[in-house]
């Protein structure tokens, strides 16, 4: 099995600004992924993290707001660039390995509050 | 529609009570998660399973694949379960694609 860590775990930012979220798991996994939930809502998937190209969006995220990086396959990070209250959620990287048998794991999470 | 569906939403329990939330999925998949989130915010797998039944201390979770559904149940449960329980499921094309659920919020009270 592989275990994730996020950094940070949470924070409070003020508007306008960017915050990098950092993904390491603790062995090399296949996909990683990034999801938020906003207050009251389930998770969403934002976007996979694609080693050594560019992350494959889904509808609704773009690069300019949410750029991903994933130089290797154990870490990733995930910006959210030119905050707003709106963008105040817990962010989630998950990652899986396709062997068999099918393993998926989740991160703690990291709680954001834009002010 | 959802394609997991938990219920209940939200659940209170007195301490010591068995707890049960159920979790039903309308695709098909090869395993689905059981997931807890406190109330800071951070995220604990608790179960991925594929068939029969997995026990954890006081958590045991089933599934039963042909009727497409699947329970957590709390035994002997205690204020500090309070959580909120998320099953996900895999999507039916890519395994990449989780799905969801909306989450079960318990309380067990004192």
């Known amino acids: 099995s592989a275990v994730i860590s996020q950094k940070p775990s949470r924070d409070i930012c003020q508007r306008g600004t960017s915050l990098t979220i950092q993904c390491q798991v603790d062995s090399q996994v296949t996909m990683m992924f990034w999801y938020r939930q906003q207050p009251g809502q389930s998770l969403t998937l934002i976007a996979t993290?694609?080693?050594?190209?560019?992350?494959?969006?889904e509808s609704g995220f773009v690069i300019d707001k949410f750029p991903i990086s994933r130089p290797n396959l154990t870490f990733s990070t995930l910006t959210v660039s030119n905050m707003s209250p709106e963008d105040s959620s817990i962010y989630l990287c998950?990652?899986?390995?396709?062997?068999?048998?099918?393993?998926?794991?989740f991160g703690p999470g990291t709680r954001l509050t834009v002010t | 529609k959802n394609e997991v569906e938990q219920s209940p939403q939200n659940l209170t329990a007195q301490e010591g009570e068995f707890i049960t939330i159920n979790c039903s999925y309308s695709v098909g998949i090869s395993a689905l998660h059981w997931l807890q989130q406190h109330p800071g915010g951070g995220i604990v797998s608790l179960f991925m399973?594929?068939?029969g039944k997995k026990k954890h201390g006081r958590l045991i979770a089933t599934i039963n694949i042909q009727e497409k559904h699947s329970s957590l149940h709390i035994t002997a449960s205690h204020p500090r379960d309070s959580a909120v329980y998320i099953c996900?499921?895999?999507?039916?094309?890519?395994?990449?694609?989780?799905?969801f659920g909306a989450g079960t919020r318990l309380t067990v009270k004192p």
């Open positions: 996900a499921a895999p999507g039916p094309y890519n395994n990449n694609d989780m799905r």
């Open positions: 399973l594929s068939s």
């Open positions: 993290a694609n080693q050594g190209s560019e992350a494959t969006y």
């Open positions: 998950s990652a899986n390995s396709q062997g068999v048998p099918y393993e998926q794991y």
